[in-house]
């Protein structure tokens, strides 16, 4: 890591992280014994050990090759390592999270263990954690590809990985010890979002001044869709966010929003953060290295464009279909319906786009379980957006809303989609990345292929059916117009369910744990093919998301 | 400043709309564009061509 | 010359991100803005009064322990949400909630109108351990807020970042807001009586979870659940009045 870099560039980085100590003297000693306090640590540790690691090769001899002859690569590497250590963890709290839905003693009498402080760790650990470190190490390796151009930094790229993961590490450790800004998939509080943005700015720069050195004249759409994932969350991360501290040494801040204005804002956030988090940066994935692994351009590039401007324009008014029935004003709840149903358009343009490239392929998609990983995500991406097209119709939305039918549509596109998607792009990456010639085992990514795929289904199936009955239990009536079951009558018809489900989303952790194995080996084995430059950063697969 | 409620919504109904309608044409032009057509197709090739070396 | 080729390059960068922020913006400008005039045309509250400080403290600690996520505070205007739950919740019931908790998940019923619904021994019993009492419930125990005392003295700064934020607390409020969590929550206490001088008559001064010689987060939380839809009665006095049922209100 550090070996790359020039000497003033080892003292601007040192300089950095003392700075970052120094906010994290700051916290503590402002926080005391708030959970402020807890993080001023946190951020002292984190920053110091990686101060550690810079002051400890700071004399070690300069990089001697021409740096801009080659690719950036390092910061990929340790970005696929991070994010499936946050995958393993943040599927580990799902599996714990929903085994606590059936077995409700599994919070062992501690208040860091109950559902309500464990559930936001899995929302984050695998959105923010997995997802994001995913999201920044393929933009990283996407963006150089197709621009034939070296990034444009040799320490922001550094600054916008370890920033990012003390982010989640932060909002992490928070839920933990009761710090929430009760915001769903953005409960991170005051000074973590402050920090984003501030590492959100960086990445936005280094982007697109690494764009600006591209060789080639034009900007391939899987930039564009990494693009939109980096300003429209900027965007949206702010505006969701703002917010007053009760004062500089409390954890505790107030929404500057209230009411029906809070919620029309949260779930405009909420539903964009389904948009251009979980759909448009992998969009990106899918639009690169679904092509390269198929070794076939993609089906029709003008499509591509239409349903990037599709996604982007319509995703961002779908939010109210969240709010259906509230006391949101009727026509914002039917405009978030119309756009809803407008935007089934250009997502099956694009899962379309996907599925006709791997046309005249198929026997490749037979063979090639990677491959074959992408194909499923384009299928679930085409199933999972019609039914959250379906979903938002307001008497569709009357029964499932407020049932395990959200959750379930909600894992359709996580784990079918998303999850799936980003196992695909890294299997192709990783051996690229550590210059292999394929993954250290076919048969493992095989095992993967099959342990997510059940688990994805077992998952949705228990879901669907929880979320339908309980809905219809809610609205039934007895002859003389009484309602039939008490809440209580609906919930004891959940239990087998939810022992699915959580069968379901072992089988999927498993799969996880399976990929981090085969990647670590891939990454360690046949040193002979390593080239030059590469750093000791190779061998840290796995290293904690606390580094 | 005394904007009213309902002058909002009408503002919001109408105008939306046809911001739509002008980007959609916008996008549709842009993407179907003769002079457009090489720099997609060398565009959507490009990819499939792996050097591991950045362009001098 | 390569340096202006460079820059048409950049700019069609820039063109793109532009393009972008332009594709992304309208939709959550059109939709979100009309909402800042909605006291124009929803329904008022002349009764309707803040919480107090052991309230606010108490909804604190439900947004901190994630209530949120298994329970709702809305109900819609549909036919069964509004027999089982009661009247359908208007948008001025939450005008002072920062954030607003409707929730998005019922692994639990909605407990919008769940104020005085159950007694404080009920819920204390309920929230230590809720299978004593619904034994099929898969709700986690809370015997833990008994156990914490609560944390008083900043209530004061909570209540004035508040204000700034538009909620009607007064300079008097602000100043007794340590001592009105306690008076609260101590009903034989002299501090008992400022509460209700302050936050009116029908504010619930109880010994909440049974015990006196101290505060604790289960008082809080107790207290924050048993005044949930009981603010203002706006909704069940428009509802009387005979307005729509099923199809939204407002706009």
């Known amino acids: 890591m550090v070996a790359q870099l020039t000497s003033s560039e080892r003292q601007y980085c040192a300089v950095i992280l003392i700075l970052m100590v120094i906010v994290g003297v700051a916290m503590a000693a402002l926080g005391k014994s708030d959970p402020l306090g807890v993080h001023g640590v946190i951020v002292i540790v984190y920053s110091g050990v990686l101060l550690y690691l810079v002051l400890s090769a700071f004399y070690g001899p300069e990089p001697q090759e021409d740096r801009q002859a080659s690719y950036y690569d390092d910061p990929i590497k340790v970005g696929i390592a991070l994010s499936m250590a946050w995958a393993v963890f943040g599927m580990f709290m799902g599996v714990w999270v929903a ?28 959105i923010f954690g997995f997802g994001g470190n995913a999201l920044i190490a393929t933009s990283f390796h996407v963006v150089q590809r197709t621009s034939r151009a070296r990034l444009a930094g040799q320490i922001s790229p550094w600054f916008v990985l370890f920033g990012f993961n ?37 990445y936005f720069i280094l982007y697109i001044r690494t764009l600006a050195r591209r060789k080639e004249p034009h900007i391939y759409v899987a930039n564009w869709y990494y693009l939109a994932f980096i300003l429209v969350v900027a965007i949206l991360h702010i505006v969701n966010n703002l917010a007053i501290p009760v004062s500089w040494g409390h954890a505790k801040s107030y929404t500057i929003w209230a009411g029906v204005q809070d919620a029309m804002v949260q779930w405009w956030y909420g539903h964009n953060a389904v948009a251009f988090f979980l759909t448009s940066g992998f969009l990106g994935m899918l639009y690169y290295y679904l092509p390269v692994r198929a070794g076939r351009p993609i089906f029709s590039y003008r499509l591509s464009i239409l349903s990037f401007w599709g996604i982007t324009f319509f995703y961002i008014w779908v939010g109210s ?23 089934l358009v250009p997502s099956w343009a694009s899962a379309g786009n996907a599925l006709l490239t791997l046309n005249g392929a198929w026997h490749k998609v037979r063979d090639d379980a990677t491959l074959r990983f992408m194909f499923v995500a384009a299928v679930f ?44 792009s890294l299997y192709t990456l990783v051996p690229a990345l550590w210059k292999r010639p394929a993954m250290y085992s076919a048969t493992l990514v095989e095992v993967h292929f099959w342990l997510a795929l059940a688990g994805t289904l077992i998952y949705v199936f228990a879901m669907w059916n929880s ?10 009536y007895t002859e003389d117009g009484t309602l039939t079951y008490s809440f209580v ?29 085969n990647i670590w080996m891939t990454a360690r084995g046949a040193p002979a093919a390593a080239v030059v430059g590469d750093g000791p950063a190779q061998s840290g697969v796995a290293p904690a998301p606390a580094e | 400043m005394d904007v009213s409620h309902d002058t909002l919504v ?4 109408s105008w939306g709309l046809f911001y739509l309608i002008a980007f959609a044409v916008a996008v549709v032009i842009y993407a179907y564009r003769p002079a457009n057509r090489a720099r997609f197709n060398a565009a959507k090739k490009d990819i499939l061509e792996q050097d591991d070396r950045p362009w001098r | 010359m390569p340096e202006l080729f460079h820059r048409k390059l950049e700019r069609t960068a820039i063109g793109l991100v532009l393009a972008i922020i332009a594709a992304a913006s309208v939709g959550g400008i059109v939709e979100i803005a009309p909402l800042f005039t909605i006291h124009q045309t929803v329904e008022d509250a002349p009764d309707m009064r803040v919480y107090t400080p052991l309230e606010l403290a108490g909804r604190n600690i439900y947004e901190r322990e994630g209530c949120y996520a298994c329970h709702s505070q809305m109900i819609r205007t549909l036919r069964d949400d509004v027999e089982r739950y009661g009247p359908y919740s208007l948008a001025v019931e939450s005008k002072y909630d920062h954030p607003m908790l409707w929730g998005s998940k019922r692994t639990g019923p909605d407990l919008a109108r769940v104020g005085g619904k159950y007694s404080d021994f009920w819920q204390v019993a309920h929230l230590t351990n809720p299978r004593s009492v619904v034994p099929e419930s898969n709700m986690p125990a809370y015997a833990f807020l008994e156990r914490t005392p609560l944390e008083m003295d900043d209530l004061g700064q909570h209540l004035a970042v508040l204000r700034e934020l538009g909620v009607p607390y007064t300079d008097d409020m602000i100043a007794n807001a340590a001592r009105d969590a306690y008076g609260q929550a101590t009903p034989d206490s002299d501090f008992a009586t400022g509460v209700v001088k302050r936050y009116g008559e029908a504010t619930d001064v109880s010994a909440f979870d049974g015990v006196t010689t101290e505060v604790t987060e289960m008082d809080a939380l107790v207290a924050y659940l048993q005044v949930l839809g009981r603010l203002t009665d706006a909704a069940s006095r428009e509802q009387a009045a005979g307005a729509p049922q099923v199809g939204g209100n407002g706009g």
């Open chain 1, 489 to 517: 009558d609906t919930l004891v018809a959940m239990y087998p369910y939810y022992i699915a489900r959580a069968f379901g989303g072992l089988l999927f952790l498993l799969g996880a744990i399976v990929a981090c194995y």
């Open chain 1, 321 to 343: 279909h969240h709010l259906h029935y509230t006391a949101l004003p009727h026509w914002v709840q039917n405009l978030g319906m119309t756009f809803s149903v407008m935007l």
């Open chain 1, 381 to 424: 991406y085409g199933l999972a957006t019609f039914e959250g097209s379906f979903l938002a119709i307001r008497p569709v939305n009357s029964l499932s809303h407020y049932t395990d039918w959200t959750i379930g549509h909600v894992h359709a596109g996580a784990l079918g989609w998303v999850a799936l998607i980003t196992f695909g």
């Open chain 1, 467 to 476: 979320g339908i009955i309980q809905g219809l239990m809610w609205r039934t």
């Open chain 2, 10 to 13: 009408a503002l919001a109904k």
């Open chain 1, 99 to 126: 085994s606590q839905l059936a077995w409700p003693n599994l919070a062992f009498d501690a208040a860091w263990s109950t559902f309500g402080r464990l559930r936001p760790t899995h929302t984050t650990g695998v």
């Open chain 1, 166 to 202: 003390l982010f989640c590490l932060l909002a992490v450790s928070g839920y933990l010890i009761g710090v929430t800004q009760s915001k769903e998939y953005a409960e991170a509080e005051w000074y973590a979002d402050l920090w984003l943005v501030i590492v959100w700015v960086v």
